[in-house]
Nanobody, 121 residues
Framework: QVQLGESGGGLVQAGGSLRLSCVPS?????MGWFRQAPGKEREFVAA????????GYADSVKGRFTIFRDYAKNTMYLQMNDLKPEDTAVYFC?????????????????WGQGIQVTVSS
């Protein structure tokens, strides 16, 4: 069973930056980041095709967040710039079932434990 190890996150002021990392125990077809704020449903943030490097983003983070992977290190990252209080959530990395840039939550079959990101105003 694949395991996903997340790191990064924490507390930052609005306008600041954070970087999240996720290391899958096996090389995936594709990966993604989702987030869940208190009282809200888990939502798509960004996704990447592992071999091709194609990416996709939620409208709310376009131009501020960047998803990328280090193929040699088998590690995925989410660089978050110009953070806003509404970005506060638990962020989850997930493994996709195929190599497409997947937006739907049911296209993912393994999840990390989640990591807290808090943006203060």
């Amino acid at each position: 069973q694949v395991q996903l190890g997340e790191s990064g996150g924490g507390l930052v002021q609005a306008g600041g930056s954070l970087r999240l990392s996720c290391v899958p125990s096996r090389r995936p077809f594709g990966m993604g980041w989702f987030r869940q704020a208190p009282g809200k449903e888990r939502e798509f943030v960004a996704a990447i095709s592992w071999s091709f490097g194609a990416t996709g983003y939620a409208d709310s983070v376009k131009g501020r967040f960047t998803i990328f992977r280090d193929y040699a290190k088998n590690t995925m990252y989410l660089q978050m710039n110009d953070l806003k209080p509404e970005d506060t959530a638990v962020y989850f990395c997930a493994r996709a079932k195929d190599s497409r840039v997947n937006v739907e939550i049911d296209r993912y079959d393994a999840w990390g434990q989640g990591i807290q990101v808090t943006v203060s105003s």
